[in-house]
């Protein structure tokens, strides 16, 4: 089946510095991924679309310059969370409907991000 | 306003029983549904994808039903196994980039 990965799976950082995360498609083409975000004992809420080659667009309430967005390929998307504050901690999960697909998504294991 | 609603919450059943788990949403105009498996601290693992125009898929000892016109979704679960213990979420889909995810319920099937 399809293979989504993220790095880092968890990471630790201090308030005001900046984080990346990436999200890999290993064995297929996704011209879009999404980015999740899941606060503990809640699910999964939608941030962003990721699209290759152009601008990402972003859900309400989510803020496009603290968040930033690159897909920089048919395989790779990262999202840089940017001057980072503890309630910015969360679970981020990122996923890829292949293209040419049924629709189907498939989802990175995740990144466990916890602002100090 | 769409929205994605999963009944029960919670459920624990001993090993060995069928089970059935409940997705309901609000806009019936859909354009597929699919179940997932979270296990803690983990990613989310496609369990079932069904297409609008499907009535239910099965894998295994799962069975997804979907009903439309009544805004409802079922995962049954059969001779439920201590390895099936997990959150089950439900996401449905209306357009390319709209995905919407049920709370999810948190299933303990004890040995």
């Known amino acids: 089946g399809a293979v989504v990965s993220q790095h880092p799976s968890w990471v630790i950082c201090k308030s005001g510095t900046s984080v990346k995360i990436e999200c890999r498609s290993l064995d297929f083409q996704a011209t879009t991924m999404f980015w999740y975000r899941q606060f503990p004992k809640q699910s999964l809420m939608l941030m962003a679309t990721s699209n290759e080659g152009s601008k990402a667009t972003y859900e309400q309430g989510v803020e496009k310059d603290k968040f930033l967005i690159n897909h920089a390929s048919l395989t790779l998307s990262t999202l840089t969370v940017t001057s980072a504050h503890p309630e910015d901690s969360s679970f981020y999960i990122c996923s890829a409907p292949p293209m040419g697909g049924a629709g189907e998504q498939y989802f990175g294991p995740g990144t466990r991000l916890t602002v100090t | 306003k769409q929205e994605v609603t999963q009944i029960p919450a919670a459920l624990s059943v001993p090993e060995g029983e069928n089970l059935v788990l409940n997705c309901s949403f609000t806009d019936s105009a859909i354009y597929n549904l699919q179940w997932f498996r979270q296990d803690p601290g983990k990613g989310l693992t496609s369990l079932l994808l069904?297409?609008?125009?499907?009535r239910e898929q099965t894998s295994g000892r799962l069975n997804a039903s979907l009903d439309k016109s009544s805004g409802r979704s079922t995962l049954y679960i059969a001779a439920s196994q201590p390895g099936d213990s997990a959150t089950y979420l439900c996401?449905?889909?209306?357009?390319?980039?709209?995905?919407?995810f049920g709370s999810g319920t948190k299933l303990n099937v004890k040995p």
């Open positions: 069904i297409q609008s125009s499907q």
């Open positions: 996401a449905v889909r209306y357009n390319f980039n709209k995905f919407y």
